[in-house]
């Protein structure tokens, strides 16, 4: 495929300070027997919002810029992609993360300005699974834990509000093996789970995978029934299920310790066709969805090393690679539905300290809002780590 010189994505782009952009949290995991592991850090750079005009061969440029390098003491929170010890979560501006099983403190961070609240202690068995709402009604945000499917244990809600925090019990009609992160569109959090190997005579399932849906401000659950293991994004405002056709539950696979990465290396076809499915729910009480096919062949685009993003607001689809290292360029690529086209995006300006892969979550429509999460709740400041040496002034070729 040939080439041509890189374009920054900023000549593409008017007004950045109101347009949405892509969120960057790169996290370098440390020694787990130490006190405290695992330094984020949090850049962010313009998000592509129309389809490119020229030929998709070419190259843009986005330059990355730092936020803040974060670590607080005495808290486990290394990166790892099998949610039974590691959840993210990001909404309306503010960033979640619910790390090591043997340390479960729940952790609210602004990535902008580095401001925090560690969440009181929540006891569980082996890993709860954890997510992150907001309630665009009351203008609340809420952390959801629930608890490890086979084990003891309570699902518990914690609603973050000034004063005093607390985790309160909170009753779901169904027992499950959450399968995904959790997707909050207009207060409602939805998440993939598996009850194949769950006893649920009170909730008829008829279907292995189901969507869990969550109402923030009610507080209560619903279900939506799935074909196959998917993955879910927010679609212009709507819940989508998003899956390639030779997809296969993962975090089953790798049940038993074995790495996802190593998986995919050995069994996912380098060669193969990119066949993506993307279904939309348009009438969430009819469970009716519009349901699109899309197949396209790129030798730039790895599906072995992009996990999917997300969204931009015009409906183009993100993939983002998940490992960073200096030693390599870190690409986005944006896959625009009505033209069938890829667009591969160059972020530059990481820096070059990451001696090691790290991993990396992408969030598309990153868009501060501080009358929303400049709560009072995020009174501790983190001891500023100084901005690394090693990231560059951003500036694009």
């Known amino acids: 495929m040939s080439s041509s010189s890189p374009i920054s994505i900023n000549d593409l782009t008017s007004s950045l300070a109101n347009t949405p952009r892509l969120l960057f949290a790169i996290v370098e995991n440390g020694n787990e027997n130490a006190k405290a592991c695992g330094v984020w850090s949090f850049f962010s750079s313009p998000q592509l919002e129309n389809p490119y005009e020229k030929s998709s061969s070419t190259t ?3 330059a990355a810029e730092f936020h803040v390098r974060f670590s607080p003491n005495n808290l486990l929170i290394n990166h790892d992609y099998d949610l039974k010890y590691c959840s993210c979560g990001y909404v309306s501006g503010l960033f979640y993360i619910h790390g090591n099983r043997y340390q479960a403190r729940p952790l609210i961070c602004n990535p902008i300005t580095g401001r925090y609240a560690i969440l009181p202690d929540r006891y569980t068995y082996r890993k709860a699974y954890s997510f992150f709402g907001f309630d665009p009604i009351e203008k609340q945000y809420k952390a959801l834990s629930m608890a490890y499917y086979c084990g003891p244990g309570r699902n518990k809600i914690l609603t973050l509000e000034d004063g005093d925090l607390t985790w309160r019990r909170i009753k779901c009609p169904i027992r499950h093996d959450i399968k ?71 975090y089953h696979k790798c049940f038993y310790g074995k790495d996802i990465d190593e998986y995919l290396e050995e069994n996912l076809d380098v060669d193969a066709t990119n066949e993506l499915r993307v279904w939309v729910l348009e009438d969430v009480e009819k469970q009716e969805w519009s349901k699109y096919e899309y197949t396209w ?19 183009e689809i993100v993939f983002s690679m998940n490992k960073y290292t200096s030693k390599q360029p870190f690409y986005v690529f944006y896959f625009n539905p009505e033209t069938k086209t890829l667009q591969r995006v160059e972020i530059q300006g990481f820096g070059e300290a990451f001696k090691k892969p790290c991993s990396v979550r992408t969030f598309v429509n990153h868009v ?11 009174k501790s400041v983190h001891p500023p780590l100084e901005k690394p040496e090693y990231v560059q002034d951003s500036e694009s070729d």
């Open 180 to 250: 995904s992160d959790g997707v909050c569109i207009n207060g409602v959090l939805y998440y993939l789970c598996d009850t194949s190997d769950c006893c649920n005579d009170a909730h008829v399932v008829t279907s292995d995978y189901v969507i869990v849906c969550f109402d923030v401000r009610s507080e209560k659950f619903t279900f939506i029934d799935v074909e196959r293991f998917c993955r879910l994004i927010n679609y212009k405002g709507k819940l989508a299920v998003i899956y390639w056709e030779d997809d296969e539950d993962i």
């Open 368 to 378: 501060e809002d501080l009358n929303l999460n400049d709560l009072e709740l995020l």
């Open 60 to 62: 843009l440029v986005a």
């Open 297 to 315: 062949t790129d030798d730039r685009f790895f599906r072995r090393q992009v996990s999917i993003a997300g969204a931009t607001a015009s409906g």
